[in-house]
């Protein structure tokens, strides 16, 4: 087992050494975890209002969780896409009936929600086959880092190290009108992420998505949508395409529907899940009997509890309870659920995060400008409370910094007295 008594400074050193740097250097060493909360190594408690990211559905070490991992890898974890599980089925025909794919509809399991967008990108390719060689995405969406999920990223500076990207693939703005202003018969598929998570939680159009559905399916595309940050529940709906009552033809999935443990899938619909045939594509390890055992009971207890609902019910109080700090670097909040976006008057979200970690909260910042938070969608009133309190106090230490960071600007430069 690890030595958890180390020092902050040699877990920070280990993990320089031996980590990539690609994350930089970690903010805390977690060891343990309950609810909503977690434990460092020193025994400091910290209320986690981000979750590993909308990934803890059910926060930490949830009996639910804990029994399916444990029962799962006594029983059987792996035994490869050659053979079919009883817990790979039972998650496969869940997620059809959340989705509302219908019989129609069919399941691929992967790893992340990268992998599965890796898949999406290759059933848009099978269904434009030669004649529609091209893919539409969205302006600053996010879909994954590998080379076909980065190809589908709206981000030129995430893009850059690794160019040239698979061919293809073109940007545009999230509006109806700019996809009427360049769609064509050529055109395979439309990628949507229909909160833009990574942008700082910004929410698409009230109708965009029935206004390219229709666009989308007059011109043969597929309307493919990234629900790896928004499904499982996290938005007030299953996924969040469900808001406004459309049909896609296909869905990415992740993060949530594991609570905690890896898993993503590519949900089809109708006629695109006829795509893919023997040999298109694959995954060792996707779909393994301990993935999907756990992934069943998440979801499971996710109905069980109505943990949709309370994300709903839970991120208009969340709203509330920011807006009720009162604070001048507050300049609104913007989201759906339990994915909530903070909008700042200053460009200090990462002070911010730095202050809200020292008050004991967990906190992210995806720009300069944006507190994203994406708590369990198991928190209640006492969580909420906490969270007000604990993220007023870092407001406060901001806005205390940054008046006396202005305070210093406007002060005279000192002049040598007469003689």
Same mark, same amino acid.
């Given at each position: 087992m690890a030595d958890q008594t180390r020092t902050a400074a040699s877990w920070q050193d280990d993990a320089r050494?031996?980590?990539?740097? #690609?994350?930089?250097?970690?903010?805390?060493?977690?060891?343990?975890?309950?609810? +909503?909360?977690?434990?460092d190594d020193e025994g400091t408690r910290y209320l986690d209002f981000l979750a590993g990211i909308a990934v803890d559905s059910l926060?930490?070490?949830?009996?639910a969780f804990v029994e399916a991992v444990s029962a799962q890898a006594a029983r059987l974890a792996h035994v490869s896409n050659y053979f079919a599980t009883p817990s790979q089925l039972a998650l496969a025909a869940r997620l059809k009936r959340l989705a509302g794919t219908g019989e129609s509809g069919r399941v691929y399991f992967g790893n992340s929600g990268a992998e599965a967008n890796e898949a999406a990108f290759k059933l848009a390719r099978l269904h434009g086959g030669t004649d529609r060689p091209r893919i539409l995405a969205l302006t600053d969406a996010f879909h994954g880092r590998t080379m076909g999920s980065l190809a589908l990223t709206g981000k030129p500076w995430m893009q850059e190290p690794f160019l040239p990207m698979a061919g293809g693939v073109e940007f545009i703005d999230s509006t109806a009108e700019a996809l009427e202003a360049v769609i064509d018969d050529r055109v395979a598929a439309l990628f949507v992420e229909p909160v !833009?998570?990574? +942008?700082?939680?910004l929410p698409l159009p009230e109708g965009y998505l029935r206004a390219v559905r229709e666009i989308t399916r007059r011109h043969g595309a597929l309307l493919i949508i990234d629900e790896v940050q928004t499904g499982a529940g996290r938005t007030g709906e299953w996924f969040a395409f469900q808001h406004e009552g459309?049909?896609?033809?296909?869905?990415?999935? +992740?993060?949530?529907?594991?609570?905690?443990f890896p898993i993503g899938a590519l949900i089809t619909f109708d006629e +695109? #899940?006829?795509?893919?045939?023997?040999?298109?594509h694959g995954s060792t390890f996707g779909g393994n009997a301990l993935a999907t055992a756990v992934a069943d009971a998440v979801?499971?207890? =996710?109905?069980?509890a109505g943990l949709v609902e309370n994300a709903r019910v839970r991120g208009a109080q969340v709203r509330d309870a920011v807006d009720a700090i009162g604070s001048d670097l507050v300049a609104g909040t913007r989201g759906l659920g339990l994915l909530v976006?903070?909008?700042?008057?200053?460009?200090?979200? !990462?002070?911010?995060?730095?202050?809200a970690q020292q008050h004991?909260? =967990?906190?992210?910042a995806p720009n300069d400008t944006t507190i994203r938070i994406a708590p369990p969608l198991t928190i209640g009133d006492v969580e909420i409370d906490e969270f007000a309190r604990l993220f007023g106090a870092a407001l406060a230490t901001v806005s205390d910094a940054l008046l006396l960071e202005n305070a210093d600007d406007a002060a005279p430069t000192p002049t040598e007295a007469p003689a």
């Open positions: 050494r031996d980590l990539v740097r #690609s994350f930089g250097d970690r903010m805390a060493m977690f060891v343990r975890g309950e609810g +909503a909360y977690l434990w926060g930490h070490a949830h009996p !833009k998570g990574e +942008a700082g939680v459309i049909r896609p033809d296909a869905i990415t999935v +992740a993060k949530g529907i594991g609570g905690g +695109a #899940s006829e795509l893919f045939y023997p040999g298109t979801l499971d207890e =996710i109905e069980r976006g903070i909008a700042l008057t200053h460009p200090v979200a !990462k002070a911010v995060v730095t202050a004991g909260l =967990i906190v992210n």
